[in-house]
C-alpha cells in the first residue's frame, strides 16, 4: 500500500497504542500487526469506540494487514487463530478500562487522516490495485486493475454508477473484430477447494476446473470514454453481479483470476488478474468519496 510517508506513521500509532493496553498483546505470535488492528476493531464492536468513519478505515487497514500478513508465508490457519486470540482478549477488556480510552484516542488520530485520503495504491505481488474516491460527476473508475489479451488492453474492477454505487466491471477494447458475445470471471471456489492452489515455489495458481466458480456478466454495452485505456477511443463494458465482488474479496491475495470473453466461433480471449488486496481495497473505497 502506497501512500506516501503516511502509512508508516499510521500504522506506528496504532500498533503502539495497542500494544500500550497490555504486554500480552506485544508478544502475540503469528500476523503482529493483523492481530493489533483484529484486536482495535473487536473492542470497537463491543465497546463503540470510533465512530463509523474511523471503524471503517480501521476495517480497511486490517484486511490490507492480513494480505501482508499472507504473502509474507503466514498460513491462513495461523491468521484464523490470531484473529480468535484477538477477539478473545478484546472480549475480556473492560469497555472502562483507562488504557482502552488510550486507545480510542491514539487510533481515532492515526486513522482520522487515512480516511481522508483521495487515492491509494494496493500493491500486489504480480499487480496492483489503484483505488480512487475523488468526488467526480462523470463515471469514474472507483478500484482499478489494468491488464491486456494479445493486443487489446483490458481493465477490470469497481466503476462508479452514473445511478450512485459501484459496479464490478470489465472494459475490454478489442483490436478488430469480431466482438464478444459474453464474459465471465473464473476463479477458485472456496466451497470446492478450501485453500488456494499453491505451487512448489509458493506462489498460487488456478486449481483444476472441477474447483473453480464461473460468474457470468450481467450486462454489456459501450464503454464511457473515462473507463477506456489511454490512447483507445471506444470498447465494451461488462458488467457483473455484486456476488462477484463478494467472491473476489474471499481469495488468497496470491491468487490469480481469470476474465474470459466468449466468442461465437467458439474462442476464448483469457485475461488473467491478481486477487491482491482487493478486498481492503474495496473497504478503503467504501468509506465514500472526498
Known sequence: MRIGSFPRTASAVAIAAVVALSPVLASAEGGGTYYDRTFVLAADKKCRLFGAPVAGALGAATLQARGAALRGGVSETTLNATAARARSRAARVDCANPELATVRHRVADAFAGWQRIPRMEFTGDRATWTADRVRRVDVAWRLVQPSVVGASPVRFGLS???TGGNALTAVVSFVGRPRPYAARIVMRDPALASRPWLTPAGSA???PERA???????GTGPAAPTLLAT?????????????????????????PFLVEFLFRDGSVATTLFEAGDFAAARAFVGLGTV
Open 160 to 162: 462508479a454508477m452514473p
Open 212 to 218: 473453480r466458480k464461473t460468474i457470468w456478466s450481467a
Open 231 to 255: 490512447g483507445r477511443t471506444q470498447g465494451e463494458i461488462w458488467r457483473f453481479p455484486a456476488s462477484g465482488a463478494d467472491a473476489l474479496a474471499v481469495l488468497d491475495p496470491r491468487e
Open 205 to 207: 495458481a488456478l486449481p
